[in-house]
């Protein structure tokens, strides 16, 4: 079971948007640590998508943000696109366990 | 342009020990603040960090894996080895090497990873 809480799977049409959510706690998120956010696309590696809560690396289209309050954490895609269908996963620090943790990801599907 | 590789054995016997190399470019792992880390994925489930080394040879290991893991540099070599004893088929999974800037925090480079399978 994850320390970071995601659903496990959402769903959205094309051009619609659609936000997955990361839970924590007062031991991650919650102490402030950032969050950040990885796509992964079918058979290939993560990739950085978010980081740092809110900052988008070179190249990842502005559809695509991150927002932290309390301790929760969200990824939000505008403008849904059939190439965004993947895996997304949210990842952060934990002081009690004082390592580097993921969620459980979330299956992403554009009908 | 930062890469990163991972190779070694693609099966190995439950009770072995794996020993994965990660040959790396773009970047020295002599330059403050940078880390690499090794990140597994088991099939269908999500990453879990492994250990990160950092430019100044500190080591951070997994809570629940630290006693089975150990994680060195050659910094001549551009090269980080994770050695892994004792393995078991649920240690089966996709194994990452990562890189991680300067006194930050994401994990922004990976490498395409090798699955390791644990079967006798």
């Known amino acids: 079971q994850s320390v970071l809480t995601q659903p496990s799977s959402v769903s959205g049409a094309p051009g619609q948007r659609v936000t997955i959510s990361c839970a924590g706690s007062?031991?991650?998120?919650?102490?402030?640590?950032?969050v950040h956010w990885y796509q992964q696309l079918p058979g290939t590696a993560p990739k950085l998508l978010i980081y740092d809560d809110t900052k988008r690396p070179s190249g990842v289209p502005d559809r695509f943000s991150g927002s932290k309050s309390g301790t929760s954490a969200s990824l939000a895609i505008t403008g849904l696109q059939a190439e965004d269908e993947a895996n997304y996963y949210c990842?952060?620090?934990?002081?009690?366990?004082?390592?580097?943790?993921f969620g459980g990801g979330t299956k992403l599907t554009v009908l | 342009q930062i890469t990163l590789k991972e190779s070694g054995p693609t099966l190995v016997k439950p009770t072995q020990t794996l020993t994965l190399t990660c040959t790396f470019s773009?970047?020295?792992?002599?330059?403050?603040?940078?880390?690499v880390a090794w990140v597994r994925q088991p099939p269908g489930k999500a990453p879990e960090c492994l250990a990160v080394?950092?430019?100044?040879?500190?080591?951070r290991y997994g809570p629940s894996l630290k006693s089975r893991l150990t994680i060195t540099k050659d910094t001549s070599k551009n090269q980080v080895v994770l050695r892994m004893t004792n393995m078991d088929p649920v240690d089966t999974a996709t194994y990452y090497c990562?890189?991680?800037?300067?006194?930050?925090?994401?994990?922004?480079?990976w490498g395409q990873g090798t699955l390791v399978t644990v079967s006798s």
């Open positions: 007062s031991s991650n998120i919650g102490a402030h640590y950032d």
């Open positions: 990562v890189h991680r800037p300067p006194h930050a925090d994401p994990f922004d480079y």
């Open positions: 773009g970047f020295s792992l002599s330059t403050s603040g940078v880390s």
């Open positions: 990842q952060s620090y934990d002081r009690s366990l004082n390592y580097w943790v």
């Open positions: 080394i950092y430019w100044d040879d500190d080591r």
